[in-house]
């Protein structure tokens, strides 16, 4: 059920709260609401390309996919930061990159990309439309959370980037202590929204493996953020931009 409409919530009406399909509506942070100019990935497909690699189009879905499974796997990632140190990180995460692409004639592109990657100097910044979305989403009475892997408070970064105001809660895997798809994050998301039941409650995120799994697993619906069609007959119920997720809502009401 990807949607692709060009004016997402110009003709909807606002349904009464009694009957919407939901009472909460959580969002992940990072590739959702916010991201890197270039993305990460964006950036490791040029590197390598300048590496000499020619990528086909399935491999780059391919790699997109290693890609959002690698963060989603916290245990993994944790691992992987003990054993070695910053450059050392990020070469061997270039070649589960390359593997997943099925890469393995290439000894050291893994360390030429890496190189490519100490000139990586990207803009953070929030996608232009996530305050009217988080606005208009308020107004209309539902409960608001920013759900995120990170391992600090996230009211302060939410006010830092001018949407602190939208969110009744905000609540980071290491206050949680339990990271997405882990359930209990979820779980404790649905306390914090007032004891909201899992079924009136949406989660909002870019990554199939961490979000949707996590979500669904927990009893919630998911929506998936999807701009490039990676999740393509994995999942059904996704968009490919941000300002498309009120008419999702309105819709599924």
Request: net charge negative.
């Amino acid at each position: 059920m990807a949607m692709n409409s060009e004016n997402p919530s110009a003709s909807r009406k606002v349904l009464p709260a009694s009957e919407r399909r939901f009472q909460a509506i959580f969002f992940d942070l990072d590739g959702t609401l916010r991201t890197n100019v270039p993305e990460g990935f964006e950036a490791f497909i040029d590197y390598a390309r300048r590496a000499g690699l020619n990528l086909t189009a399935a491999q780059v879905t391919l790699c997109e996919r290693a890609t959002h499974r690698y963060w989603a796997d916290g245990a993994q990632v944790a691992d992987h930061l003990a054993r070695f140190d910053e450059r050392s990180f990020w070469i061997n995460y270039n070649r589960i990159l390359l593997e997943a692409m099925g890469i393995d004639d290439c000894a050291d592109c893994a360390q030429r990309i890496q190189d490519y990657f100490d000139d990586y100097h990207p803009v953070d910044m929030l996608f232009p439309e996530a305050p009217r979305v988080l606005r208009t989403l308020k107004e209309e009475g539902y409960v608001l959370g920013l759900v995120s892997n990170r391992e600090g408070d996230l009211a302060p970064l939410a006010v830092q980037y001018g949407i602190g105001e939208y969110f009744t809660f905000t609540l980071s895997g290491g206050q949680a202590g339990s990271f997405k798809p882990d359930e209990r994050i979820f779980r404790q998301a649905l306390q914090m929204a007032g004891d909201v039941p899992a079924s009136r409650a949406l989660y909002i995120g870019d990554n199939y493996y961490a979000d949707v799994l996590g979500a669904t697993a927990a009893g919630m619906e998911a929506l998936l953020i999807d701009p490039r069609d990676v999740f393509v007959g994995l999942y059904d119920k996704r968009i490919k931009r941000l300002d498309q997720v009120v008419d999702f809502i309105r819709t599924a009401s």
